[in-house]
């Protein structure tokens, strides 16, 4: 009994790990093999038909193609990057203006909890039915108002970036409410100090309290990149699994769908998946470590 | 408030182990699983038929059915992740003939049928049409049963062509000038609703191009998009909607251009004739008892519309239950079922018998019945083009139409569509 | 003065943000009460002759009563086994600095889904789980278990050492006190990963998508048969967004202390 525990305790961080390590080891090691090991191949149609060794011929052929790939690392790109700063600029504001108890705050926090907790097919639909270009709400108003209606998500050069602003509709609030938890963790004294000195609202605001939170702006930033780089529901729930007639919503994740579930070329989509996964942890790394170096 | 705590946890427990418990029961293992099939689908006027019947068949056979009721392209999704995988989770499948016989026939994914559907002289397997039958056969071998037949015509609210005094069209010269005097976009009335995304347009583009003289590759495999026809109709179809058309056509796809005109929105709607239940539904429809049918317009190479097979039902070659599956098939495609189909749900129906029944045939607006029999000597037995990789195919050739939609450069669209397309069917094999 | 100028210009941008988050969501429940008729009807948009019609379609003619159990049970029984496995990882990770361990289980976060549904499908077929709900949590807790890590690193890091070490002095070993010790002392924060990780498992669309048979659909994936071949029924597609979004926002509501901690666990300090 006693050796048992010595035996336990000894090895115990392995042992209070483990379970959670093998599940994912067991979860994820097969697709991964899989995946990597058809990027390779000509495989289409059906992954059991027979198919040929190609070697890095999909990449190549993905990385010289002008029409879908690249456009979709663009579109990720600017999606990820425009639905981020308006996210982080909104959630910092908002955060900034809650910073001080007020009557009425529990209203506000619930008002910014409910589109987070949403379920991102929902709100999809949800967008649909009031920015239909016919009979939507949106376009109602701005008809009674006189003012030009957009076609928002069916207008092909407008889809992406009317997605952009449901994405900030729905994760602004996460956003805000992290970067509120930082705030509240900063000590009255420094503020107070900053008062002192007679420094405007702005730069006090600037220079002195959001330097202090940003531990937690850089959490949120982490957050919402990975989820906003891997962005598929609402996609495929207001444009279908093509990201529309011209491709204009194709982002990779949706790039990697299409090819592998419309078109059956899984050589192809899988090249996809790995440069994709590969520009995935890149990214997150980078974040980390920017993080790391700030907080230390 | 530790309490509070530790009592939503046991809640959560709680439900997960009494809901572990109930899992057994409720994923039926206690049935015979010899009996157990499961039949996938894709939501439509077909379906609900099946789906009000159904009890008879169980009763009769003892057979359970699972119906796996899905959108279209989640039913494609999980087919392409089920068969793939050769799971045996799959026993009946309802497939796209035209999208799918020749890719699934080709990956192995379906059963071969062939000695099956003449076993019975009774069911009858001669009663289907040719074309039909034409649609679910590859390398002469039968893979499925047509369940619903389908034609391009033209719909349209006779309220508003008799408010402006328009006649109905009969040629493309005249769709388009009654489609400009009847389009109004300012009160919100359109002249014309059609598909106008890529993939969903190609159907019914395709009858425009072959009523223009064009195809989608000569008798040798050659691409001929980019012919002076092709281009012609690209155009055509593309200004058509572009001019007439409703706001944001780029991104209608088929159950927006229907319901467009479900709404009263559009003065003429062309689209598939198995819609006509639907739009004279008064539940559904405003424009219920107020719609007239027309023969697709003749173009310079006359009126060419399509006649195609858009669903039949096969089973899966991974199925373990094959006979459950065949009986379930047999039941699902017999006069019986296709002839209520046909009559209840306006399903129009495979097999030459049911259209000549007027019994059956009363389930239509006479108008209708006329110009469906009409095209039996002219239509063409294909929407999209006849190849393996139908999806990636559909949207090479239907990037033109977007370019025509969007006014731009509709000749350097069609060749380069026209090369993709070729560089497709040279490698296809 | 500037105060009372700042304080409107907070009162008004507080208003905005709270009308913005709010009104879409108001629509869509104001909608999933209108027939198909006035939702399209402009002279309707406020004052209507509500109907349950949707709510029938989406219970009785679409069978939503078993979606609904069947996201429960998926997402309770996901949670739960997060909580099982992630929890001691978190400790071990907060506690001996296990990076690269921590590290591998957070790239259960970050892989696309859309890489891992063949190949998990193909898994569960060959061990005969397809369609079962045994595939449907597994596939649901990966998204549970990052979750649940992520949090209870971040409780566990702000938790004092002190009491572990007191009792592992008292003769209790290290696993001893993590049992009997820690275990108890984290209500809090299981209660927070419960929470959000049930939310986040309750909205997981793809693996529905794919991997769920008949039986086993959960409501995000079964709400696409709205938008069928006979249309989109507006009414209807409302109706289900009601019925999915409904639970979380009234768990938004009551528990929302723990949803904030649970988004903001770990994130003040490094």
């Not at chain 2, 402006?164 to 010269?173: C, E, L, S, Y």
């Not at chain 3, 399209?40 to 609904?68: E, R």
């Amino acid at each position: 009994m006693h050796a048992l525990r010595t035996w336990l305790d000894r090895r115990i961080k392995w042992i209070l790990i483990a379970p959670a390590t093998l599940f994912v080891l067991v979860l994820i090691a097969y697709p991964i093999v899989f995946t990597a090991n058809l990027s390779l191949t000509d495989a289409k149609r059906s992954t059991t038909r027979p198919s040929s060794f190609v070697g890095f011929e999909n990449f190549w052929n993905l990385l010289t193609d002008t029409h879908r790939f690249w456009p979709a690392v663009g579109r990720t790109a600017f999606f990820t990057v425009a639905a981020i700063t308006i996210e982080m600029i909104l959630g910092i504001l908002i955060a900034l203006s809650l910073r001080k108890a007020f009557r009425g705050q529990a209203i506000v926090r619930v008002a910014m909890l409910l589109p987070l907790v949403a379920t991102p097919v929902a709100v999809g639909v949800m967008w649909m039915l009031i920015l239909e270009p016919n009979t939507g709400v949106a376009n109602m108003i701005l008809r009674n108002l006189g003012l030009p209606e957009p076609l928002w998500l069916a207008d092909p050069s407008l889809a992406l970036n009317t997605l952009i602003l449901i994405d900030a509709w729905q994760w602004t609030p996460m956003v805000a409410l992290i970067v509120l938890a930082g705030l509240t963790q900063i000590p009255s004294e420094t503020e107070e100090a900053a008062d002192i000195d007679g420094a405007g609202l702005f730069k006090k605001t600037w220079s002195v309290i959001l330097p202090q939170a940003s531990g937690s702006i850089l959490a949120a930033l982490l957050i919402r990149s990975i989820d906003a780089f891997k962005t598929f529901d609402i996609l495929y729930a207001t444009k279908g699994p093509g990201g529309g007639s011209n491709h204009e919503v194709e982002t990779l994740n949706i790039l990697a769908y299409s090819l592998s579930f419309d078109y059956q070329q899984y050589g192809r989509a899988s090249a996809v998946l790995v440069l994709f996964l590969t520009l995935l942890i890149c990214v997150v790394t980078s974040i980390v470590l920017m993080r790391r170096a700030v907080t230390r | 408030m530790r309490r509070k705590l530790s009592s939503i946890l046991t809640l959560v427990v709680a439900t997960t182990v009494l809901a572990g418990c109930t899992t057994e029961a409720l994923s039926g293992k206690s049935d015979d699983a010899s009996q157990r099939i499961s039949v996938s689908l894709a939501e439509g006027v077909h379906t609900n038929q099946i789906r009000a019947m159904l009890p008879e068949f169980e009763t009769a056979t003892g057979i359970k059915v699972d119906l796996n009721v899905l959108g279209l392209d989640q039913l494609s999704t999980q087919y392409q992740v089920k068969l793939n995988t050769q799971s045996s989770d799959l026993d009946v499948i309802y497939f796209r003939p035209l999208q799918e016989t020749r890719l699934f026939a080709d990956n192995g994914w379906l059963a071969d049928l062939t000695t099956k559907v003449s076993e019975d002289a009774e069911w009858n397997w001669e009663d289907f049409t040719p074309s039909s039958i034409a649609a679910a056969t590859a390398e002469s071998k039968v893979y499925g049963v047509p369940v619903m037949t389908e034609r391009e015509i033209i719909f349209y609210n006779k309220e508003i062509l008799a408010d402006k005094g328009i006649d109905v069209p009969t040629t493309m010269d005249e769709l388009k000038a009654a489609a400009e005097a009847l389009h109004d976009p300012q009160n919100n009335q359109f002249g014309i609703s059609m598909r106008g995304t890529a993939n969903s347009a190609v159907p019914p583009f395709s009858g425009f191009l072959y009523s223009f003289g064009g195809d989608w590759m000569d008798e040798n495999r050659n691409a001929t998009i980019d012919t002076p026809e092709a281009i012609a109709a690209f155009d055509y179809y593309g200004s058509l909607l572009r001019n007439y058309g409703p706001r944001g056509v780029a991104s209608v796809d088929g159950a927006q251009a229907r319901s467009i005109f479900m709404n009263g929105q559009a003065a003429i709607f062309i689209g598939e004739d198995s819609a006509a239940g639907l739009i004279e539904d008064p539940a559904e429809s405003q424009v219920a008892g107020k719609v007239g049918y027309a023969e697709f317009p003749s173009g310079p190479h006359g009126s060419l519309p399509w006649d195609i097979t858009p669903w039949a039902v096969g089973v899966s070659a991974f199925s373990t239950k094959t006979e459950a599956a065949w009986t379930y098939v047999k039941w699902a495609t017999s006069p019986e079922v296709l002839n209520a189909s046909m009559k209840d749900s306006t399903s129009p129906s495979p097999r030459q018998s049911s259209w000549e029944n007027p019994e059956i045939t009363e389930g239509f607006n006479p108008e209708l019945v006329t110009i469906i029999r009409s095209y039996a000597d002219r239509a063409v037995g294909y929407d999209r083009p006849l190849v393996i990789e139908v999806g990636m195919v559909r949207d090479i050739v239907g990037a033109p139409i977007i370019t025509a939609i969007n006014a731009g450069d509709v000749v350097a669209a069609a060749a380069k569509a026209n090369k993709d397309f070729q560089d497709y069917l040279d490698t296809e094999s | 003065m500037r105060k009372r100028i700042t304080t409107l210009g907070r009162g008004a941008m507080i208003t905005l943000v709270v009308l913005g988050f709010i009104a879409p969501l108001a629509w869509m429940f104001l909608a999933a009460f209108k027939d198909n008729a006035s939702i399209t009807d402009p002279s309707q948009m406020i004052a209507f002759t509500p109907t349950l019609k949707n709510f029938h379609t989406v219970f009785i003619t679409q069978d939503f009563a078993h979606y609904f159990f069947n996201s429960v049970l998926i997402s309770g029984t996901s949670t739960f086994l997060g909580l099982v496995i992630g929890t001691p990882a978190a400790y071990a990770t907060a506690r001996f600095k296990l990076g690269g361990a921590t590290g591998f289980i957070m790239f259960a976060r970050v892989i696309p889904v859309v890489s891992l549904l063949i190949p998990w499908y193909f898994i569960f077929s060959q061990i005969g789980w397809v369609g079962t709900y045994q595939a449907m949590i597994l596939a649901t807790a990966f998204v549970s278990l990052p979750m649940v890590v992520a949090i209870m690193a971040g409780f566990y890091n702000e938790l004092s050492p002190e009491l572990e070490e007191a009792a592992m002095v008292d003769g209790l070993g290290r696993f001893g006190a993590f049992l009997r010790i820690v275990v108890p002392l984290s209500t809090p924060g299981l209660a927070t990963s419960a929470i959000l990780s049930f939310i986040f498992s309750w909205n997981a669309f793809l693996f529905a998508l794919v991997l769920a048979g008949n039986q086993t659909m959960t409501m995000p994936a079964a709400m696409f048969q709205f938008m069928s071949y006979l249309g989109v029924d507006w009414g209807g597609l409302m109706a289900a967004a009601v019925v999915i979004t409904l639970p979380v926002m009234l768990v938004a509501l009551f528990l929302q202390r723990y949803i904030v901690a649970g988004l903001t666990a770990g994130t003040t300090k490094g």
